[in-house]
């Protein structure tokens, strides 16, 4: 996770889009429940896909506000709210107390999360429908591998992000060599089934002396 340090132009684009996320994940959460509670069978449920295709056909004469940021933020907030109610129903299946998902509160870990265009320009990460933005940090390399999606989130006024990769990591190398049994111990500190042995450095008893010094000094210290 990065410390981001946007302009006042983008500050407000970083507000805006996790405004939208919020409202389609609110807006999301009471489509289900009156789902629920007005239909019969199946037609009680829908998923991330239907609401996202919803909501897109409202945008223009309900939403219209929602163009001025990416798309990707109210689709992932809508898949959001989708693995939330798996969880709910996992939950309920496996007898595990998962809390019923929550609508979610103004400036309360405000967030949002965007996938597609997103790559780094040395201490700068370009964001969709948002620009380039400056990374307080200076590292050589702020990822490996490909870039899947970011989370930007916001903690106190600032403003952070996180990236999530796609890394190959290659099979580790196979262990060679004779496997050996390590018996600790106190006297010794340890033992190993070849017979080696390692002495115990016994570090307490060597510094016993001075710590009940420094123990007696604080003692006699006064708190002002």
């Not at 409202?23 to 009471?30: K, R």
């Not at 992932?76 to 595990?96: M, P, S, V």
């Not at 949002?112 to 700068?124: D, H, P, T, Y």
């Not at 070849?194 to 008893?205: H, K, S």
């Amino acid at each position: 996770m990065y410390e981001l340090d946007p302009n006042n132009h983008q500050r407000s684009f970083l507000q805006r889009h996790a405004g939208v996320a919020r409202f389609t994940y609110n807006w999301g959460l009471e489509h289900r429940i009156k789902l629920y509670k007005t239909n019969q069978g199946n037609d009680r449920f829908t998923d991330a896909m239907k609401q996202h295709k919803l909501l897109t056909s409202l945008k223009e004469t309900q939403f219209p506000w929602m163009y001025h940021c990416s798309k990707c933020a109210p689709q992932e907030a809508l898949r959001d709210l989708g693995r939330a109610f798996k969880n709910f129903y996992r939950g309920l299946k496996t007898g595990k107390h998962i809390g019923f998902p929550r609508f979610k509160r103004k400036g309360v870990n405000d967030s949002f999360r965007l996938n597609g265009s997103i790559r780094f320009e040395g201490r700068r990460i370009q964001l969709p429908r948002i620009g380039k933005i400056r990374i307080k940090e200076q590292r050589p390399s702020y990822y490996r591998g490909r870039i899947l999606s970011v989370t930007v989130s916001r903690r106190a006024n600032k403003w952070f992000v996180s990236v999530t990769v796609e890394e190959e990591i290659e099979d580790p190398q196979p262990i060679t060599g004779h496997a050996v049994g390590v018996d600790l111990g106190i006297k010794t500190l340890a033992t190993l089934s070849d017979g080696t042995t390692f002495p115990n450095p016994r570090a307490l008893g060597r510094r016993i002396a001075k710590l009940r010094k420094l123990s007696k000094s604080l003692s006699r210290k006064k708190v002002y």
